[in-house]
């Protein structure tokens, strides 16, 4: 995870004071959550102790990779299917506990 954060696998996570966070669903203590960074060109998206899938707005501008973070393996694994775009459901890509980074396609 420090690796992730720090950059070291390739994608560069935005500072804290920088982004903004939020409940999709669930509580605090299971749920899921959305970190995101002002600039809307990056998402990560939180199951902590759920594993249901959450609907999630992504505008109407632009289209999003997905990525898998394996924190405990530290691997990054592209998700495959067509680029995000508009409202969608997204599921866990790993069950419970799953972090699920999306960036926005440069166009």
Do not use: C
């Not at 920088?18 to 199951?47: C, H, K, M, P, Q």
């Amino acid at each position: 995870y420090k690796k992730y954060v720090g950059g070291e696998l390739g994608v560069k996570v935005p500072a804290l004071d920088e982004t903004r966070s939020a409940r999709l669903n669930g509580e605090e203590e299971a749920g899921v959550f959305e970190l995101y960074n002002i600039a809307d060109d990056f998402r990560l998206l939180f199951w902590r102790n759920v594993s249901m899938p959450v609907q999630v707005d992504l505008g109407i501008e632009g289209s999003w990779e997905a990525t898998h973070v394996d924190w405990w393996g530290m691997k990054l694994t592209p998700v495959a299917g067509p680029a995000l775009a508009g409202k969608v459901t997204i599921k866990a890509p790993a069950g419970q506990d799953s972090i699920l980074q999306l960036l926005k396609k440069k166009s």
